[in-house]
């Protein structure tokens, strides 16, 4: 499969569907602990999180890219390293304290929280042909992202985060075909 797109909205999927086990570990690991084989399992999963989320994201700059969109580039960028660095922190520190480990969720929460507001904020200004939805989903994105920072109403954008995620790849999918659209009317060089 050559399309970024393509590969972006099958990453896509494949995060949505590692997140929900993500935070069932999450919750039976905080409360019983880990032993050996839930250890690993759960350090697997932020894995396949951590690559599914790169691989997804990107197809959103490469959507940055083909709008000429620095506020949606951007966005996606903060959220991409957020991921990254969220992820990269549960698979080395899963063993710290409950203490560390809220202090890192508060951080992530308001962290991701501003990247998502600006993430939607982008996605509100795109032109063309996608305009109507991706306002939409920039709506949900900006609701989710101010979820996240008031930290209090956190647990809506939990609630939102697999809507969010579905609202994403449908908006990468309507955007495939001018994507391919795109590169086939560039010239050869």
Not at 28 to 54: K, M, P, R, W
Not at 80 to 85: A, D, K, R
Request: hydrophobic fraction near 55%; glycine fraction near 8%.
């Amino acid at each position: 499969m050559k399309n970024p797109i393509q590969f972006g909205i099958i990453a896509g999927l494949v995060y949505l569907i590692s997140i929900l086990p993500e935070l069932t570990i999450e919750a039976v690991s905080s409360e019983y602990g880990f032993d050996g084989n839930t250890q690993f399992l759960y350090a697997t999963i932020h894995l396949l999180c951590l690559i599914s989320a790169v691989i997804f994201y990107r197809a959103f700059i490469l959507m940055a890219d083909y709008y000429f969109n620095n506020t949606l580039w951007f966005g996606t960028v903060m959220t991409l390293v957020t991921i990254v660095i969220y992820h990269a922190l549960k698979i080395f520190y899963d063993d710290t304290s409950e203490d560390v480990q809220k202090l890192m969720g508060l951080g992530y929460l308001l962290v991701i929280g501003g990247s998502t507001v600006v993430f939607g904020y982008g996605l509100m200004q795109i032109q063309g042909k996608l305009r109507s939805f991706a306002w939409k989903v920039g709506v949900v994105e900006i609701a989710t992202g101010i979820f996240c920072l008031t930290i209090v109403l956190a647990f809506f954008a939990l609630i939102l985060t697999v809507p969010v995620i579905l609202l994403e790849i449908a908006l990468l999918r309507r955007f495939l075909p001018e994507y391919n659209g795109g590169i086939m009317a560039e010239p050869v060089q």
